[in-house]
């Protein structure tokens, strides 16, 4: 079964800017590319830092106050200095936060999540840009179509990673929602199928109808677990 990296749904295809580039080249460049944001690079092209349209707006809020102006900071400056920033390195944000080409969908909107990000520069491990992956590309992997993701789990998640007998589970889909029947021997396996499905990529819920023989779940030694009764499909 493949596993869905940020590499699968990232562009490739990024708009950066040096951190030299005036405020006009900014807001230029994302007003022409239709984005509101966008990384600030180094000489060497790793990521420094990333400008938004929230760091623009600050010229707007704070047009003719005057704030002293500290080239490239390491820190980060307030919005009355981004207000008087003049550079990309005067306006970006820094530092920022990254993510690798190999990390899993799961972990990555996590990392948004947590970090109140819409985006993710992605990163080589010298640190290069070399893609960038927002909260709509990692929906892409809902628009998977069901026929695959049938295939994906019938045949990579059900025969190959838990070897159950091609008839032993019927796999139907549509629209991302999985409906699991058939009968497995223990209850712990039908629980563990239903884990797995619903953690494969693109799958939005699962209907479990598995039937089951014995209830392993139980202590042992329980009255339950002495005579277990079949669980219906």
């Known amino acids: 079964m493949r596993n869905w990296t940020v590499r699968d749904v990232m562009t490739t295809e990024v708009a950066a800017v040096p951190e030299d580039a005036t405020y006009r080249a900014v807001v230029d460049l994302l007003a022409a590319r239709g984005i509101s944001a966008v ?6 092209g790793r990521v420094v830092g990333v400008v938004s349209e929230a760091d623009l707006v600050y010229k707007v809020e704070f047009a003719g106050a005057v704030a002293r102006r500290r080239k490239y900071p390491t820190r980060r400056r307030s919005p009355r200095e981004k207000g008087g920033a003049r550079v990309a390195g005067e306006l970006m944000s820094s530092p920022v936060v990254t993510t690798g080409p190999q990390t899993s969908l799961h972990a ?7 970090k109140g990000v819409k985006r993710l520069p992605v990163v080589a491990e010298d640190g290069t840009l070399i893609g960038i992956v927002s909260r709509a590309d990692l929906l892409k992997v809902h628009l998977r179509p069901d026929e ?12 190959r990673t838990l070897w159950l007998e091609p008839l032993a589970v019927e796999v139907a889909v549509d629209g991302g929602l999985v409906t699991l029947r058939g009968r497995l021997d223990r209850r712990s ?3 563990l199928t239903v884990k797995l499905v619903a953690a494969v990529p693109g799958v939005v819920g699962v209907e479990d109808h598995l039937a089951y023989g014995l209830d392993d779940v139980e202590p042992p030694g329980s009255r339950r677990n002495r005579a277990v009764p079949s669980r219906p499909a």
């Open 39 to 44: 990384p600030v690079v180094d000489v060497a």
């Open 108 to 114: 990555a909107a996590r990392l948004m999540t947590e």
């Open 148 to 159: 695959e993701l049938r295939h994906d789990i019938a045949d990579g998640l059900l025969l």
């Open 189 to 191: 396996l039908a629980e």
